[in-house]
């Protein structure tokens, strides 16, 4: 018998129907001879609402505390479901983090999987029945409850399969699938059959949010091959998995874009050794991630302007940082930016492809889309625009590269 | 330094200003050196509305799931009150019943308390933290959630001021204290300073519902010194202690009623051996508590009447199995009523006292109230009577027995 997990999102349990229909979905599975362990997020709203009673409470709220509050949604979710189940002729059983063992670091509100105990799990398919595990949730070592971050339960489903060994981790959304790009802007969207983990993890941290990105890493790390699909429907389907060479061909895969970013600039910097390090050093003390940095020799050839961005939580906190340092640092001026937004094409092939980043440029050029900054790495390219052509840049790259049309697509077919 | 223990139901802990309220007095107390755990309850109408949840999704809820959906209202609870203490500058950390090992025995939505780890406590204690547990949870060996039933955070409170040996166990509710009788229908009816564990037990198993009855059985045989008091006046408050001789003055301490019960009578019943036996096992078997039992001789000689009372949400339930054993019984009819009511009067002092029988009966029979049955213990006596006469049979018992007046109440001060 196959083991199989299957992982059901916030929109998928949003309330007692969609909950039942869930269910049909598992006793399906459950009856083919399978062993399922299925992997719920909180019903659509419950952590959001959660969260905001703390922050009625609290302006910071103790985070130890804040897990132990926000697990509760996912506690409620599979109790409806084994409830459900049980209710159908299926023996399931719910699990919480401490019943399996699902061990993390301390980091509360954003901790990462250690190890999960895969014993008492092979024990309950050993007993026929199906494993109904909270996502989202995990336990320290001093059996404190921790939280894993928002998406948190993919990554909760990914480590489930590989610890079980699993033949497939499904993740089921309100979505059919991995996109060329976001429907929602291009109506030429084509869904992806088959997608690399390294292209996936680009597409998620560059703001697909089909998945979070730890479950991609963990997924690769311990090639565990997930299927994303939609709740809804049985059509469709995009399976994320090991680069083959029938991926290699597509050049490019897919074209992402995240608005969810702010630019810094700072004019005249005094061009001394050592000036990116403060800066750079400051901010990561503060928990503040950069994302593109810039650097250009000034006007007047003896001091430099440097732009990098942040997201947009934190830009107000980045900007006071860099206008405190800059007292003893002295330029010219600090901007902020926040009508920036960042548009990338992904895709495996880019690898073995030359003129890639010239083809984009030339695009977004062609109808008068200005670049700010430019970032490359191995497997994409993204741009920082201003943020009102975010659509017709998407548009005009998903034409470019004729992304509509399956298989190659960088004019060699 | 001393230790106390503090539990506040649900509507203490109704929204976030009430539990700022609860954080205050908790916070006073801990700044005043003691060792101070508090146990909660689920925010007012959570627990119901769980339970709702369920029973919108099945007829009969998996129990096991039932339990870990509501135990969520106090994990709830103990997170955001802990959130609030560590805001004031009040180290505090929430417990769980998986964290300090609050065994139970397996019986899901009724387990009993085995046993609680008082080292995880008492090292918080070490660490001069306030240690906030979440009431009504338990776990069983196999880390199963369990929850111990209506007004179980009552219990959970008695039993961790049990193992912390703790000098006291203050239950903070929306009432001051235990009174002579409801307020409500009895405008002079008068708080009682003190009350013996025995009375108390009587008091809440006749339908006062100030503490759950298990939580008084647990205090007695523990010795815990119990102190119902207000949370939202500092005013007032009623001990629930050993008896001493002061107690024993007072012949009657409390008129109870509860309305929740409801009567079976087997008109006829053919006099032969084993008809009880058979008729009780059969609802015992199905779960049923049988209350109070009388039987007559019939009006023909040759047959008996038999009556008995059960809870109103076991009526139907008892009236069927009743109905089908009389298939191959033989009794001429059976009846049932609902429109009944149990009165009772409890106290001490009846120990020692004759006659207190005899003035319950002339006081009720003065204003024309029809006993339809008796039942007496070592220190209380019920009489059902039809369900109009409560309020009234309630008022001329408080009157007869002086209840309004402190001290003795059998006419000898």
Do not use: W
């Amino acid at each position: 018998m196959g083991i199989v997990v299957q992982k059901y999102g916030g929109t998928s349990v949003a309330n007692l129907d969609k909950i039942k229909n869930v269910a049909q979905k598992v006793a399906h599975r459950y009856r083919q001879g399978e062993n399922v362990a299925v992997v719920l997020s909180a019903m659509a709203g419950e952590t959001d609402r959660l969260i905001n009673l703390a922050h009625e409470l609290s302006h910071t709220p103790h985070l130890r505390e804040m897990d132990v509050l926000i697990s509760t949604g996912e506690q409620v979710s599979v109790a409806l479901l084994a409830m459900m189940l049980n209710d159908m002729g299926v023996p399931a059983r719910s699990l919480l983090a401490h019943q399996i063992a699902i061990k993390t670091d301390t980091s509360h509100t954003k901790a990462r999987i250690l190890d999960i105990d895969a014993d008492v799990l092979n024990k309950i398919f050993a007993a026929h029945e199906v494993a109904v595990v909270a996502g989202f949730q995990g336990i320290t070592k001093d059996r404190d409850i921790t939280t894993l971050g928002r998406g948190g339960s993919d990554t909760s489903a990914v480590a489930l399969a590989a610890v079980l060994k699993a033949d497939i981790c499904e993740i089921y959304t309100d979505v059919d699938g991995v996109y060329t790009s976001d429907p929602n802007i291009c109506i030429k969207a084509r869904r992806l059959d088959k997608i690399s983990y390294d292209e996936m993890l680009e597409m998620a941290s560059l703001g697909a949010k089909v998945l979070q990105t730890r479950s991609v890493e963990f997924a690769k790390k311990h090639n565990v091959p997930i299927l994303v699909k939609s709740t809804f429907t049985d059509d469709g389907g995009t399976l994320v998995t090991m680069e083959d060479s029938e991926m290699e061909k597509e050049v490019v895969s897919g074209i992402t874009y995240d608005k969810n970013e702010a630019k810094i600039t700072l004019l005249g910097v005094p061009d001394k050794p050592g000036v990116a390090a403060t800066l750079f050093s400051a901010l990561s003390n503060k928990n503040i991630n950069v994302d593109m940095i810039i650097q250009n020799i000034s006007t007047d050839g003896m001091s430099a302007d440097m732009s990098f961005t942040v997201t947009m939580t934190d830009f107000e906190k980045a900007l006071s940082i860099i206008g405190e340092i800059n007292k003893t640092l002295g330029a010219r001026d600090v901007l902020g930016d926040t009508s920036i937004a960042k548009i990338s094409i992904v895709g495996a092939g880019m690898r073995s492809h030359a003129g890639v980043a010239a083809k984009m440029f030339e695009a977004l050029s062609s109808v008068g889309i200005n670049i700010m900054m430019i970032s490359t790495s191995e497997i994409k390219i993204s741009c920082v625009v201003d943020e009102k052509f975010i659509e017709l840049g998407v548009r005009v790259l998903h034409d470019s590269f004729e992304l509509e049309k399956p298989g190659g697509n960088f004019g060699e077919n």
